[in-house]
């Protein structure tokens, strides 16, 4: 049983790492149809190998695997692990169904590119670092695969370095998450200080003998981390500007998989969390805050991937409020749904951007119902389950989060979390209006996707339908790994609840049907000054240009005239005395004397080890 266990462990693993070398060595290929094809093969298997997993976790329970050492240095000896548990075979399949779909997906939407192999090679390396990250059984193993999501999710962004700001929106995602990730670092530092081990097994089982300050501190610094791969503020930025890469990437990576690592890393380290209560209180109210503050962006942005990436920002708030108040297993849930309904989103959103030859302003939209239902239906069963209607996955994972926060006495974190629900209606809505229906605004005629892509994008369909019925065995497979949350309300105020919820959403979704088929909304309303705000994101963008990066700037400036004048001003008289001194051979400036370059090299080598030594 261990044996075949391995087995499907080492393929699950694995898997999307062959595919990346695969796709790299054929990466000239002229048959690129045969690479999408084998590489979305050997994805697909890996996920199957990951449900495989679940099937051992359902019947044998959790267990730690040590693969290989990863350091040995004195008392220092990591090994690097996999940790076969509930939370982390939910994260690999969910990652392995999204992925793959995605896969297929690709070999439709890049069909034409030029870099179509090195695209799936991209895409591979990309899931074999989130399968590492998720799988690993120590803070090391999960932190390389952290790095390894954000080195591929810059290459992927970056995809079309050569079109328009791409680059720069690909470093923008790249800087912003070295500075979170910094914090990070310190933490998982401090936590081989205070526990003299990276493993969770030992930290994690240990925590309550810690030192609340340390736990205080380790949690902040993890938190930040967080924040900054799930792009939650002021981290925020980087999502938007994301939206450059092709749009497959936006599905996985920018919904489904990279984005929510931050959540799982609060998950994973509940035990840390739970002993932190302030840090806790913190990661409640910022869910809160970015959970309307996202919404509202999107209210009024007209970038179609834009506006979907903005709820998902906001979505991700509410993960993070459900965590900080101690419901980490619904947490983890609403992670799972929205993984499905979200990824359904972006794809739908690139079938749209193929119809309109890569345009992306739903204002210049309009009537694409005619032409492509089998999109309309596809992106209005994702839309039902971000909304929260009943029975789309959206209303078992969502609508469970206000519940909890009303169940804990946070009745301010509800209010702000229906009000949430109420944006997430009218943009989601507003969205579907201007795309699929409405006045034609274009001249060519639209074309929709082939049919293995919607056949592909119909399993996340399915899945945005029923999963939410699984609620109760998700659950309870989880339950095992993670605390649950005791604070239950009565029948009858839980149905009070969703009924409020359900009649507010239901209402402001006729409305902004009945306001949009009517042209009920004044174009003056683009002139007022909260429009004008949330269309330039609160002038949160500007503000980071003029204070960070124009004092990065003169800082910089400043520094390039100190090492003009005074560095290079000592290595120049320092040639100059050497040169007086008899130390110029010939041909050592020009290099075409190596034994001379070796000497003075040598020379400089013991000069620097004198220099050491005194100091």
Avoid at 100 to 122: E, L, N, R
Avoid at 229 to 236: C, D, E
Avoid at 505 to 524: H, Q, R
Wanted: proline share 2%; with cysteine; charged share 10%.
């Amino acid at each position: 049983m261990l044996d075949t266990m391995f087995f499907w462990l080492l393929i699950a693993l694995f898997a999307p790492l062959v595919s990346a070398i695969f796709a790299g060595i054929f990466i000239k290929f002229r048959d690129k149809l045969f690479v999408g094809i084998i590489c979305s093969c050997l994805i697909v298997l890996g996920t199957i190998a990951s449900l495989w997993l679940v099937e051992f976790v359902l019947q044998n329970g959790g267990m730690d695997i040590a693969l290989a050492n990863f350091i040995s240095a004195g008392e220092l000896n990591i090994k690097y692990g996999v940790m076969i548990d509930a939370l982390s075979t939910i994260m690999a399949i969910t990652v392995g169904i999204v992925s793959s779909v995605v896969h297929i997906y690709s070999i439709y939407y890049m069909q034409k590119d030029p870099g179509f192999a090195k695209f799936f090679a991209y895409l591979g390396l990309f899931v074999f670092s989130m399968l590492v990250l998720v799988l690993s059984d120590n803070f090391i193993g999960l932190f390389i695969g952290w790095e390894g999501v954000g080195l591929c999710s810059w290459l992927l962004i970056g995809f079309w370095h050569d079109k328009d700001n791409n680059a720069w929106c690909a470093n923008e995602a790249f800087i912003m998450n070295r500075v979170a990730d910094l914090a990070m670092l310190l933490g998982i530092f401090a936590i081989y200080l205070n526990f003299g081990s990276f493993a969770y097994d030992d930290v994690l089982a240990n925590a309550s003998s810690a030192d609340r300050g340390a736990l205080a501190l380790i949690a902040a610094l993890l938190f930040i981390g967080a924040m900054g791969k799930s792009a939650q503020f002021p981290f925020h930025t980087w999502l938007a500007d994301a939206m450059a890469g092709p749009t497959p990437v936006s599905a996985l990576i920018h919904a489904a998989t990279m984005v929510t690592a931050g959540v799982y890393l609060v998950i994973r380290a509940n035990s840390i969390f739970a002993l932190a209560p302030d840090v806790a209180q913190a990661i409640t109210y910022l869910g809160a805050f970015v959970a309307i503050f996202a919404a509202s962006m999107a209210c009024v942005h007209n970038d179609l991937k834009k506006i979907i990436a903005y709820s998902t920002l906001s979505q991700l708030g509410y993960m993070f409020v459900a965590a900080g108040l101690g419901a980490y297993a619904i947490a983890l849930f609403h992670l799972v749904t929205h993984a499905f309904f979200k990824s359904l989103l972006f794809l739908g959103a690139g079938n749209v951007m193929h119809a309109m030859a890569g345009k992306l302003n739903i204002q210049k939209m309009g009537a694409l119902a005619k032409f492509m239902k089998p999109s309309l239906a596809l992106m209005s069963i994702g839309s039902l389950a971000l909304c929260g209607f009943y029975p789309f996955s959206g209303f078992f994972s969502k609508d469970k989060i206000l519940e909890t926060a009303f169940a804990s006495g946070a009745h301010f974190i509800w209010a702000v979390l229906f009000f949430g629900a109420i944006l997430t209606t009218f943009y989601s809505f507003r969205l579907l209006m201007f795309v699929f229906f409405g006045e034609k605004k274009y001249d060519h005629h639209p074309h929709e996707a082939k049919s293995y892509a919607l056949l592909a994008m119909s399993v996340l369909a399915v899945l945005a339908i029923i999963c939410g019925f699984f609620a109760a065995e998700f659950y309870g497979f989880v339950g095992y790994v993670l605390p649950s949350f005791h604070n239950e309300i009565s029948h009858n105020t839980e149905i009070l609840l969703i009924a409020l919820t359900l009649g507010a959403i239901s209402l402001v979704a006729i409305a902004t049907i009945f306001a949009y088929k009517n042209a009920k909304f004044s174009p003056n309303l683009r002139n007022s000054k909260i429009y004008k705000i949330l269309s330039a994101q609160y002038f949160i963008p500007q503000f980071y240009d003029i204070f960070i990066v124009g004092s990065y700037k003169i800082i910089s400036q400043i520094c390039a005239k100190i090492d003009s004048a005074i560095i290079d001003s000592i290595v120049d008289l320092i040639a100059k005395v050497l040169l007086k001194m008899g130390f110029a051979l010939q041909g050592a400036n020009d290099g075409t004397n190596l034994s001379a370059n070796l000497r003075l090299m040598i020379f400089g080598f013991f000069a620097l080890l004198v220099l050491v030594f005194l100091i």
